[in-house]
């Protein structure tokens, strides 16, 4: 919304706080801070990073989604994902369960595959509402090119820190695989009445892949630290970046990298009144990489692995069907019963955590 002030983030609400990482001083090697951002992804597997230089590409992420969101729901429909497990495209609220009640979600999405952004005009997998298309050379593009150069650099400092041989986390992340990372506006709308405030709008999950990129202004955005049972808020920090680390290279590093849950509730306070906007890049391994335990390929992760009998690392699945069922079984017209939302979970998910 330009031209309007947010009200502050409330200070009487639980809030789980971030390491900040400063992303010049990963480029840079500083080893100090490659420490910190260790620490960050291996414990709760979240934390913020400043000076990563994409201010502008979000902004115009922002605008391309309010503008795509002004649509008439009949518009925007006609790009709606379905459900078959596909991602890109448009997700109507209510589309997905949040929980195995079969409760619900209370957000849209604006979603657009890497592919086509980086095909564009060519169209790699789908189109896009007209307002998307529009800005994809002026936002979808640019955003997404910064969001992979953080991704790639920070994977580098975690392939290195693993133990695994040089460009190991490269090659499963090659740009030249059509792949199911994206780049994605979420749209919550204010929601009726103070019954809602604790309820998801998102429902808890992890995210699916590797490296997500997440940008917000107003709060709303919850973890579920490991030993917790009460959920805190992230709260919003100007100019930085939320980081977190998904189910793929929790897999690849036999737990050591954290994929960790999260939730979007409706915003904390004053801030519920107002619609929350969110920008995310969803940066996943390349289509036809198994998810898997690297154990061959380090003996950190080959340790890791054994130290954890009772985790399974071998999904039997690739990046795509991995990210095909969870979507497909989260979709409501898919619905079965509680049974379909447990089929649609990633790891360290419990059923409770809704
Ligand atoms: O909107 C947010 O703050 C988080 C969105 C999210 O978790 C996701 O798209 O996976
Ligand atoms: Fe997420």
Same mark, same amino acid.
């Given at each position: 919304?330009?031209?309007?002030?947010?009200?502050?983030?409330?200070?009487?609400?639980?809030?789980?706080?971030?390491?900040?990482?400063?992303?010049?001083?990963?480029?840079?090697?500083?080893?100090?801070?490659?420490?910190?951002?260790?620490?960050?992804? +291996?414990?709760?597997?979240?934390?913020?990073?400043?000076?990563?230089?994409?201010?502008?590409?979000?902004?115009?992420?922002?605008?391309?989604?309010?503008?795509?969101?002004?649509?008439?729901?009949?518009?925007?429909?006609?790009?709606?994902? &379905?459900?078959?497990?596909?991602? %890109?495209?448009?997700?109507?609220? &209510?589309? %997905?369960?949040?929980?195995?009640?079969?409760?619900?979600?209370? @957000?849209?999405?604006?979603?657009?595959?890497?592919?086509?952004?980086?095909?564009? /005009?060519? !169209?790699?997998?789908? +189109?896009?509402?007209?307002?998307?298309?529009?800005?994809?050379?002026?936002? @979808? $593009?640019?955003?997404?090119?910064?969001?992979?150069? @953080?991704? =790639? +650099?920070?994977?580098?400092?975690?392939?290195?820190?693993?133990?695994?041989? *040089?460009?190991?986390?490269?090659?499963?992340? =090659?740009?030249? *695989?059509?792949?199911?990372?994206?780049?994605? !506006?979420?749209?919550?709308?204010?929601?009726?009445?103070?019954?809602?405030?604790?309820?998801?709008?998102?429902?808890?999950?992890?995210?699916?892949?590797?490296?997500?990129?997440?940008?917000?202004?107003?709060?709303?955005?919850?973890?579920?630290?490991?030993?917790?049972?009460?959920?805190?808020?992230?709260?919003?920090?100007?100019?930085?970046? $939320? %980081?977190?680390?998904?189910?793929?290279?929790?897999?690849?590093?036999?737990?050591?990298?954290?994929?960790?849950?999260?939730?979007? $509730?409706?915003? /904390?306070?004053?801030?519920? =009144?107002?619609?929350?906007?969110?920008?995310?890049?969803?940066?996943?391994?390349? =289509?036809?990489?198994?998810?898997?335990?690297? @154990?061959?390929?380090?003996?950190?992760?080959?340790?890791?692995?054994?130290?954890?009998?009772?985790?399974?690392?071998?999904?039997?699945?690739?990046?795509?069907?991995?990210?095909?069922?969870?979507?497909?079984?989260?979709?409501?017209?898919?619905?079965?019963?509680?049974?379909?939302?447990?089929?649609?979970?990633?790891?360290?998910?419990?059923?409770?955590?809704?």
């Amino acid at each position: 919304m330009p031209g309007t002030t947010l009200p502050p983030f409330p200070t009487d609400v639980r809030t789980h706080p971030l390491l900040i990482i400063d992303f010049e001083l990963i480029k840079a090697g500083d080893p100090v801070e490659i420490e910190r951002l260790w620490d960050a992804a +291996t414990t709760l597997g979240f934390w913020y990073l400043k000076h990563h230089g994409a201010d502008e590409e979000v902004n115009a992420m922002f605008d391309m989604g309010a503008e795509t969101m002004a649509l008439p729901l009949e518009e925007k429909l006609k790009f709606e994902q &379905g459900d078959e497990g596909q991602s %890109c495209g448009y997700k109507k609220a &209510g589309a %997905c369960a949040t929980d195995t009640s079969g409760q619900l979600d209370a @957000v849209e999405f604006i979603t657009v595959s890497k592919d086509d952004a980086l095909a564009f /005009p060519r !169209v790699a997998h789908r +189109t896009y509402p007209a307002p998307t298309t529009a800005s994809m050379l002026t936002a @979808v $593009v640019p955003f997404v090119r910064k969001a992979l150069d @953080v991704s =790639d +650099t920070v994977l580098r400092v975690f392939n290195e820190r693993l133990g695994l041989p *040089e460009g190991t986390l490269d090659r499963l992340h =090659d740009p030249e *695989e059509y792949s199911g990372s994206e780049a994605r !506006v979420v749209r919550t709308p204010p929601q009726p009445g103070k019954a809602t405030a604790n309820r998801a709008a998102l429902g808890a999950h992890t995210d699916f892949g590797s490296v997500t990129f997440l940008h917000n202004r107003l709060g709303g955005l919850q973890v579920l630290p490991p030993g917790h049972t009460e959920w805190s808020y992230v709260k919003p920090i100007p100019g930085h970046a $939320v %980081c977190n680390i998904g189910d793929a290279l929790s897999f690849f590093s036999a737990g050591i990298l954290r994929s960790n849950l999260h939730r979007v $509730v409706p915003p /904390p306070g004053a801030q519920a =009144d107002y619609e929350r906007f969110s920008v995310v890049f969803l940066g996943r391994p390349g =289509d036809s990489k198994v998810l898997r335990a690297l @154990v061959e390929d380090s003996s950190i992760i080959a340790e890791a692995a054994k130290n954890k009998p009772e985790k399974n690392f071998e999904t039997g699945s690739t990046a795509a069907e991995w990210m095909a069922r969870r979507i497909k079984n989260s979709r409501i017209n898919n619905r079965k019963g509680p049974e379909t939302y447990a089929a649609g979970r990633g790891t360290e998910h419990s059923l409770t955590a809704v």
